[in-house]
């Protein structure tokens, strides 16, 4: 695995730890303020994202596979992957492609973007 994609793929794991964890604060950390998510419900800005985890995790467990990282520019990075996970509402293993945008901002990587395909 090339830096990138290991700083990258660290930093997108971040996020899931924190929906784990259901820690909105390092949630925030992560997304930048004018962050856009794409997902099978709707759009959702970093309020929204952070917002999920107001009454605590969202997320039970998950596994990221297929996880590809491309550099879009000098500071910008693309990551893909498929998720398999379990949401701490429902009983059932869920699964989704999953793109994210990360911007490099004064040394450190920011999600600016993702968007969530549910896997058929």
């Known amino acids: 695995m090339d830096t990138l994609t290991e700083e990258i793929a660290t930093q997108e794991r971040q996020v899931w730890d924190a929906l784990v964890a259901g820690n909105g604060e390092a949630d925030r950390q992560l997304l930048d303020p004018a962050f856009l998510g794409v997902y099978p419900d709707g759009f959702a800005d970093r309020d929204a994202h952070c917002d999920q985890l107001a009454d605590g995790p ?23 992957y498929h998720a398999t996970f379990q949401r701490c509402s429902k009983n059932i293993t869920e699964t989704m492609y999953v793109s994210s945008l990360w911007e490099k901002q004064a040394g450190r990587w920011i999600n600016i973007f993702s968007q969530d395909t549910p896997a058929t």
């Open 58 to 80: 969202s997320i039970h467990s998950y596994t990221l596979d297929q996880i590809t990282v491309k550099a879009v520019g000098a500071d910008h990075a693309m990551i893909a």
